[in-house]
T-cell receptor
Framework: GDSVTQMEGPVTLSEEAFLTINCTYTATGYPSLFWYVQYPGEGLQLLLKATKADDKGSNKGFEATYRKETTSFHLEKGSVQVSDSAVYFCALSAGGTSYGKLTFGQGTILTVHP | AAGVIQSPRHLIKEKRETATLKCYPISRHDTVYWYQQGPGQDPQFLISFYEKMQSDKGSIPDRFSAQQFSDYHSELNMSSLELGDSALYFC??????????????FGEGSRLTVL
C-alpha cells in the first residue's frame, strides 16, 4: 500500500538557520503530495502541495519539489523563525475518488530557538 | 469565514461507554473526512462522506459508525469504548467532485480520553 517516510526527528534549530525535512513516499500511480503543519493545540493546516512531477509548492517561505525519480518531497526553508516551531507532516493522496484520503508520515517536531 | 467546527473539544468516558463526536464543515463543503491521531502518532484515516454517502473507508473499527446528514454535518459514533480509543479525532472538509482541489480544511479536533 501507499506509505510516507519522514526523517527522524525532532529537529532543533536556531533562528535564521536553514531547514530541510526529508520526505520520501511509496505509491502506485501519480499521487498528490502535501505538507501539513500542526501548531500546538491546533488542527492540521495545509502548508503547501504539488500535484504532479516537478511541481514546486511554496508558501510562507517554505518550498518543496515533487521529485518522481527519487520519490521525494523534501521541505525546505531558507531562514526559520521561532514562530515556525510546530509539527510538520508529509502526506500523499492517491487522488481519484479518494482525494482527501491522506496517508501521513510520522511527523517531524521542529523547535526553533531565538 | 468560519472554519470546520468540532464538538465537543474534550470528552472523558469510561470503558465500554459510548461517545458521539460532531463535525460541522465549512459552508458549501460537501465532503467530510474523519481521522484519528493517537498520542505521538500520525493521523490515520477512518472514513469519509461525499454528498451524504460514504465515499471511502479506512482503518475504522466495527465498533465505530458515522454518517453525514442533509445539512452536511457529520457524526462519529463510538461504542464499547476501549482504552486504545483515547486519541485526538479530527474532522476535515473539502469541496468534492470536480471542484476537489485536494486541499482539506481540518477542525481543531476532539480529544477523547477513555478511563
Amino acid at each position: 500500500g501507499d506509505s510516507v517516510t519522514q526523517m527522524e526527528g525532532p529537529v532543533t534549530l536556531s533562528e535564521e538557520a536553514f531547514l530541510t525535512i526529508n520526505c520520501t513516499y511509496t505509491a502506485t500511480g501519480y499521487p498528490s503530495l502535501f505538507w501539513y503543519v500542526q501548531y500546538p493545540g491546533e488542527g492540521l493546516q495545509l502548508l503547501l502541495k504539488a500535484t504532479k512531477a516537478d511541481d514546486k509548492g511554496s508558501n510562507k517561505g517554505f518550498e518543496a519539489t515533487y521529485r518522481k525519480e527519487t520519490t521525494s518531497f523534501h521541505l525546505e526553508k531558507g531562514s526559520v523563525q521561532v514562530s515556525d516551531s510546530a509539527v510538520y507532516f508529509c502526506a500523499l493522496s492517491a487522488g481519484g475518488t479518494s482525494y482527501g484520503k491522506l496517508t501521513f508520515g510520522q511527523g517531524t517536531i521542529l523547535t526553533v530557538h531565538p | 469565514a468560519a472554519g470546520v467546527i468540532q464538538s465537543p473539544r474534550h470528552l472523558i468516558k469510561e470503558k465500554r461507554e459510548t461517545a458521539t463526536l460532531k463535525c460541522y464543515p465549512i459552508s458549501r463543503h460537501d465532503t467530510v473526512y474523519w481521522y484519528q491521531q493517537g498520542p505521538g502518532q500520525d493521523p490515520q484515516f477512518l472514513i469519509s462522506f461525499y454528498e451524504k454517502m460514504q465515499s471511502d473507508k479506512g482503518s475504522i473499527p466495527d465498533r465505530f459508525s458515522a454518517q453525514q446528514f442533509s445539512d452536511y454535518h457529520s457524526e462519529l459514533n463510538m461504542s464499547s469504548l476501549e482504552l486504545g480509543d483515547s486519541a485526538l479525532y479530527f474532522c476535515a472538509s473539502s469541496r468534492g467532485g470536480w471542484l476537489d482541489t485536494g486541499e482539506l480544511f481540518f477542525g481543531e479536533g476532539s480529544r477523547l480520553t477513555v478511563l
